[in-house]
């Protein structure tokens, strides 16, 4: 069942239209993620879904059109990237939302405590909201939100202030909540990691647009265009040339070297090849590999990012592979060294090519 | 220095054997400015935090106005209040003129701008996403207002205290209008003025003493309310 129905819903700032949504629908039990980068209207988007900012467009819940904006927002739960919390005990801040929306004193702390208990800090509840830190006051806001049996919850980039063992932990509990209790959600994020944690779609907002919907999987292996693959971490976009296309394998040129893929190729000659860097595999030689796609390759540059380490390598053209700082050090890579670069065939993922993109 | 010398020690006589005239003076000016202070809370608050909260055509000039109160004159605020409760004044039916409630009335009008305007700002500092938080929490219009005031009390107390800091201190609005009469209207400000004039040095010091010992309290609550720590 639909839960939220977004039609022509747009959020303007002055004469500036700063995000649309020609047509969003939430499913019962679903978490989408809203991700795009900074600036892209997401928070707006979401305040407007929420019914906290003046939009155009219509929201309907379980089919209803929204005619009272209060009676809307306490249908809702909303979290934002600063827990927010009162001056006051951490069992009042959770139990305020069941409160204000009538429920008596004590029915509210009971709800507080429920939650304040499935979120792990039910043992802070007498403390004063000023004494905890900043991870347990976003365990505390997301009890409150969830204290109101929301029918739908907005998570406004909910981990973006906390620190990374802090965040690990909380997006962990909070996908193993969303998942048990089947709690409709919509996450707004820039983090590609949260959206693959916790979503079951994907919606990508760039300028403010829609650009792809689909399932989480889908959009991380299969991104629409160029800009939309750029976001979610295809960093290998080849402009190339289809050669020969067969039901199984289609071959194509990239500067001076043929790739092979078996995705279906678009109508046109002149592709996209969008390749995603984790599945590029590096080795010392031919015989360690076999991929389908194999090329001798000499590195360029070799930079650390977190965990991983981004290699950027010359294969006849230019590819960047993710590879773990374990691999990285036993490979001892370093630039100009030689190296072999491959990938399976069933990796690249193919679009018509953009005009603004030179053939070869 | 034998002056300075001999009206401490008459001040100390004073304060510790709670002299009648101290004692009057003190309660005098306790009740008059906290009654001023408790209506200026009364009516400033609720404006203050709707000056706060909404937007309308004006508000800035309105704004304006508040701010300009905040520094009016003790005299000319005297002087109004004066005319308004003079016999033949507009309000002269009352028959305020030289009583308590007079004084009230004026030191009234110096607190409340203060009070209002305080309370606009410490609305207005709420961060605009606890606003939205909480009406995304399902807060009406009047539970948002009542949250807030809720929220910044410590801040409203500054307002309370500086509202009753100004009018407390004050000597103009109340000599005008409430002509010093011992027993009375005579208050802590008054009467100091009144014994310097006299070279009534001992007496003086008593009440000035009481007076710094009550803008020192006032101050050191302000300061606590400011410096504790906030939630995230």
């Known amino acids: ?360 | 220095m034998e002056l300075i010398a001999q009206g401490i020690a008459e001040a100390i006589q004073r304060l510790v054997t709670l002299d009648p005239d101290v004692r009057d003076a003190a309660s005098a000016s306790l009740v008059v400015s906290g009654s001023a202070t408790a209506l200026a809370v009364l009516s400033g608050i609720p404006l203050g935090t709707y000056l706060g909260l909404a937007r309308f055509r004006g508000r800035s000039f309105f704004l304006s106005l508040v701010n300009t109160g905040m520094g009016l004159p003790p005299v000319a605020v005297g002087l109004f209040v004066a005319i308004l409760v003079w016999r033949s004044g507009p309000l002269g039916g009352l028959d305020w003129y030289c009583t308590r409630p007079a004084m009230v009335t004026a030191q009234y009008l110096l607190a409340a701008p203060t009070v209002i305007g305080l309370t606009a700002v410490a609305i207005q500092s709420v961060d605009p996403m606890l606003r939205l938080q909480l009406l995304a929490l399902g807060a009406t219009r009047w539970q948002l207002a009542m949250l807030l005031v809720q929220e910044t009390r410590l801040l409203l107390l500054t307002a309370v205290m500086a509202g009753f800091g100004a009018v407390i201190s004050e000597i103009g609005a109340s000599l005008m209008v409430g002509c010093n009469v011992k027993g009375d209207t005579r208050i802590l400000t008054t009467a100091i003025a009144l014994d310097t004039s006299k070279g009534e040095f001992g007496s003086a010091i008593a009440l000035a003493v009481i007076l710094l010992v009550l803008v020192f309290a006032i101050n050191a609550v302000t300061t606590w309310a400011q410096q504790r720590p906030r939630p995230a």
Request: charged share 25%; with cysteine.
């Open chain 1, 1 to 360: 069942m639909t839960v939220l129905e977004a039609s022509g819903v747009v959020v303007s700032r002055g004469t500036r239209e700063v995000a649309r949504a020609d047509r969003l629908a939430i499913e019962e039990g679903e978490t989408l993620a809203i991700l795009g980068p900074n600036g892209a209207g997401k928070t707006s988007l979401l305040l407007a879904l929420a019914a906290l900012l003046p939009r155009q467009g219509e929201l309907r819940l379980r089919g209803e059109p929204l005619r009272d904006e209060l009676a809307y927002r306490r249908r809702i739960g909303v979290v934002f990237q600063r827990p927010l919390l009162l001056d006051r005990s951490v069992r009042d801040n959770a139990a305020l939302g069941a409160e204000l929306r009538g429920a008596t004193r004590a029915e509210s702390r009971r709800r507080a405590m429920e939650t304040l208990t499935r979120l792990g800090v039910a043992h802070l509840a007498d403390r004063p909201a000023a004494a905890i830190s900043g991870g347990e006051a976003q365990r505390v806001s997301i009890a409150r939100a969830l204290a109101v049996s929301p029918e739908l919850l907005f998570l406004d980039e909910p981990f973006a202030a906390l620190d990374a063992p802090t965040r690990e932990s909380l997006i962990a509990d909070l996908a193993r909540l969303l998942r048990e209790e089947r709690i409709t959600t919509v996450l707004v994020t820039h983090d590609r990691d949260e959206a693959l944690a916790l979503a079951d779609r994907v919606a990508v907002l760039i300028g403010g647009r829609l650009r792809q919907l689909d399932r989480t999987e889908k959009v991380f292996a299969e991104p629409i265009d160029a800009e939309v693959a750029a976001f979610v971490g295809v960093e290998n976009v080849l402009a190339a040339r289809v050669e020969t296309a067969t039901d199984e394998i289609t071959l194509m040129r990239v500067g001076g070297a043929t790739i092979a893929a078996t995705a279906a190729p678009p109508t046109e000659p002149n592709v996209l090849l969008l390749i995603a860097p984790d599945d590029v595999v590096l080795s010392r030689g031919r015989e360690t590999t076999s991929e389908r796609n194999v090329f001798d390759a000499r590195v360029q540059a070799v930079e650390p990012i977190g965990r991983r380490v981004r290699v950027t390598l010359d294969c006849g053209f230019q590819l960047v592979a993710h590879v773990t700082r374990q691999s990285a050090r036993e490979l001892a890579l370093a630039p100009e060294q030689r190296i072999v670069a491959s990938f399976k065939a069933t990796v690249p993922h193919l679009l018509p090519a953009h005009r603004d993109l030179d053939s070869p």
